[in-house]
């Protein structure tokens, strides 16, 4: 009477985890940067939106004639509100927008008339390594 064999042998288990294994270190790497990379979309998506803010509010400026709220283009590459001075992401925002910050003096790409533009970079407050660049258009001189 021949006795049927039932189960895995020791060599069948071990060739399976080593086929894991090697699986394993070449998937691995793939999925491991994925909060630097979701921080990075999430820093281009706010860029976008302060953009598009500033293109709605040069829009509604020239469609209303209102100079309540300008944005102004200095001499020192920075923007300026109305007569408060000092440019703060939630003045063009319709939401506070926390979490981002100015990253320095923006470069001014032309005068500083209605319309002229300037490019700034926003930085996360997390750990700096997530940056983008937004556009600014004046709506005042």
């Not at 020239?62 to 703060?88: H, P, Q, R, V």
Request: include cysteine; hydrophobic fraction near 40%; proline fraction near 1%.
């Amino acid at each position: 009477m021949t006795k049927k064999q039932q189960g895995f042998t020791l060599i069948e288990l071990v060739a399976v985890i080593v086929i894991l294994g090697a699986l394993a270190v070449v998937a691995l790497p793939r999925f491991v940067d994925l909060q630097g990379e979701a921080e990075q979309a999430s820093a281009d998506g706010v860029a976008g939106g302060i953009s598009s803010a500033f293109a709605v509010n040069y829009a509604a400026s020239l469609a209303s004639d209102d100079s309540s709220d300008y944005f102004e283009l200095n001499s020192g590459n920075s923007i300026d509100i109305g007569t408060t001075g000092d440019f703060d992401i939630n003045d063009i925002m319709q939401t506070n927008l926390t979490g981002y910050s100015i990253s320095g003096n923006c470069d001014v790409d032309g005068g500083d008339g209605p319309g002229d533009t300037t490019t700034c970079d926003i930085v996360s407050d997390n750990d700096g390594s997530a940056w983008a660049s937004f556009t600014a258009i004046a709506t005042s001189t």
